[in-house]
């Protein structure tokens, strides 16, 4: 069985993939914004560990990462955590991602929440976007990071997932694609043998199926201006 930490795991896909990753008898560690965003004791006593850290907070992220990293290794990374709008868009959705990376022992899988949404992203985004960027940028930018990080890293393999529309707190009642479908792409990705991931590092996924990201985030060019612009903002270094 895997050790997987999913962050954003109150509500939600995140809730959904922590509650369906412990059923499956793999061990949670379910990161929470904190310990109030989730108080039922039936899903708390199903996880492994639960750790509490605001990511708009680069300090509160990097004792994220040590409060992680002293469990020991982890065997995936699910970057779940994220938000719409408002003035923490980038820092929930890129910086947290990239600082813990950067903080904590690689696990042997990262997998970031994209979205169709990343499309429409600025490829022209600079260090100052990183106070006001839209929700679109955010994922463009991830979506690039777990791109990046596929092509340096060869232990630890990273792919972004396109979730759908879903109908939860941020998709909304009325959102149109399928809840379960939604979340079941990160467990795969995070558990299955590697043999059954085609590619094996490197995918933008949409319900367990590969497809064709946004050509920057795939860009080796605008990956390393991404992550230098993030090296610069965190003063933390892959």
């Keep these: 069985m895997a050790r997987v930490m999913v962050t954003g795991a109150s509500s939600g896909l995140g809730r959904l993939i922590a509650e369906s990753l412990a059923d ?28 509490c850290g605001d990511l708009a ?11 992680a990293a002293a469990l020991g ?24 991602p990239y600082l813990l990376t950067a903080c904590m022992p690689l696990p042997g899988r ?10 429409d992203g600025d490829t022209r ?4 976007d990183f106070d006001r960027g839209s929700y679109s940028t955010s994922k463009l930018c991830v979506t690039a990071f777990a791109m990046a990080l596929a092509r340096s890293s060869g232990d630890t393999l990273a ?40 590619p094996r590092t490197g995918g933008y996924w949409h319900h367990r199926r590969a497809t064709e990201p946004h050509r920057a985030a795939l860009d080796p060019r605008f990956q390393n201006r991404l992550i230098g612009i993030l090296e610069r903002r965190t003063g933390a270094s892959l």
């Design 57 to 67: 907070d680069p300090g509160q992220v990097r004792a994220v990462a040590e409060q």
């Design 125 to 128: 985004v600079g260090a100052d």
């Design 24 to 51: 499956a008898g793999h061990d949670v560690v379910a990161h929470l914004r904190s310990a109030d965003r989730l108080t039922d004791p039936d899903v708390l006593a199903r996880m492994h560990t639960v750790i």
């Design 110 to 119: 990262i997998i970031v929440t994209s979205s169709s949404m990343h499309r």
């Design 159 to 198: 792919h972004a997932v396109d979730p759908g529309w879903v109908p939860t707190r941020m998709g909304g009642p009325g959102a149109p694609d399928d809840l379960t479908a939604g979340h079941r792409t990160q467990e795969w990705l995070a558990t299955a043998p590697e043999t059954d991931i085609t």
């Design 73 to 96: 290794p982890l065997d995936a990374v699910i970057h779940n955590a994220g938000v719409l709008s408002g003035p923490d868009v980038m820092a929930v959705n890129v910086v947290a």
